[in-house]
């Protein structure tokens, strides 16, 4: 299977790394504004692939499969669409799109299409989230009562044009980081009734937010997120859980990182299974685990392989997200929550 990645930044070289290692996949081509950089970075990273600076050479190439979008979010229809239009598989990363027009636009072309289309909501694949999730659905510590996650970073930096702190093209943090959370919620609870939420707002957008998350048979549910801290600070990831009868707790930053205790027990390590990825070799971004990128992109490839959908980040389920953090936003915007209707948009 021959795959070519539409953006080389952070996220684009993440998935070169995960890429070289699947089996049976072959990088085949790279699109990005700056050649120069990427060609040096593959070399060093030991292998040859040919460098476009136009996405219509690789989708003209019959031998091409699929496409993989790592480019900033205001350009995902565009490159979607183009890219399903030629009969390629797509993964996109996230967020899907900033608007719930451009998300329904690729959705309802990969519909037609009939092939393969994906979004990298990585969370759902992520070694200790997958093993936290199996562990609710699997009633391990009885009803789960409540739940609170947390993402933090320093202001990234690493973004090509430093796109992310254009509120134009990244709608701030509490869209393209928050948004993680959000996801999760949505894939181990469904969807609330309601969001409520506040935060902090400066030039960056909202670049800290709060959620309560609002389920009327429960749980209580609530996430932070934001890059409001000083650029040199480090990512972290947490989140806690409590259940009739134990709790559970990951933090990206401890040793073991995920932990559970049930009745009276002491706290002890939750197994989860961690795919044979490493570290990346990339530098400039704010994760250095390959794992949930390793878990999500070989799902994509075994749904090409086998011509199914994927087991789960569908399109529409990416565009369920963005419907809910956009109801986020409007509820900081005016100091209200907002009910959200029955049905996704």
């Known amino acids: 299977m021959k795959v070519a990645i539409l953006g080389f930044g952070f996220m684009g070289k993440m998935h070169a790394q995960v890429f ?31 460098v476009y600076d136009d996405h219509e050479t690789v989708l003209a190439d019959p031998t091409i499969d699929a496409v993989d979008v790592c480019l900033p979010t205001d350009l995902h229809e565009s490159r979607v669409v183009a890219a ?10 996230k967020p899907l799109a900033s608007t719930l027009k451009e998300c329904a636009a690729m959705v309802e072309e990969a519909e037609r299409a009939g092939t393969v289309f994906m979004v990298g909501h990585c969370l759902r694949f992520w070694p200790e989230y997958q093993a936290f999730a199996d562990f609710v659905w699997k009633g391990r ?6 739940l609170t996650l947390r993402r933090a970073v320093g202001r ?7 796109w992310l702190l254009d509120t134009e093209r990244s709608l701030g943090s509490a869209f393209d980081l928050h948004i993680h959370d959000t996801d999760f919620v949505l894939h181990l609870l469904g969807r609330p009734a309601a969001v409520a939420s506040t935060g902090v707002k400066d030039e ?3 670049s800290q937010i709060f959620t309560r998350y609002e389920y009327p048979d429960g749980p209580l549910v609530q996430a932070e997120g934001g890059w409001i801290f000083p650029p040199k600070w480090d990512f972290r990831m947490d989140f806690r859980a409590v259940f009739e009868n134990g709790a559970v707790a990951y933090d990206s930053a401890a040793s ?14 939750l197994a989860f299974r961690e795919p044979p990825a490493g570290e990346s070799r990339e530098t400039g971004g704010n994760v250095s685990s390959l794992g949930g990128y390793m878990n999500e992109l070989a799902a994509f490839v075994e749904a090409v392989r086998l011509g199914r959908p994927p087991p789960t980040a569908t399109g529409r389920e990416a565009m369920e997200s963005v419907e809910v953090v956009l109801a986020e ?11 959200l209707p029955e049905q996704p948009r």
Do not use: D, M
């Not at 510590?141 to 409540?146: M, Q, T, V, Y």
């Not at 936003?329 to 005016?334: L, Q």
């Open 84 to 93: 399903l239009r030629a009969g390629k598989h797509v993964f996109c990363e």
């Open 204 to 206: 960056a957008g909202w």
């Open 141 to 146: 510590a009885g009803r789960l009562l409540s």
């Open 156 to 162: 990234p930096a690493y973004s090509t044009g430093n």
């Open 329 to 339: 936003i409007r509820s900081a915007e005016h100091e209200r929550p907002i009910r």
């Open 256 to 269: 073991p990182t995920l932990t559970y205790a049930i009745g009276n027990g002491a706290p002890k390590p």
């Open 20 to 50: 070289q290692a699947l089996p049976g996949v072959e990088l085949a081509a790279v699109v990005t504004g700056r050649p120069p950089r990427a060609r040096a970075w593959l070399k060093k990273a030991g292998t040859e692939v040919p």
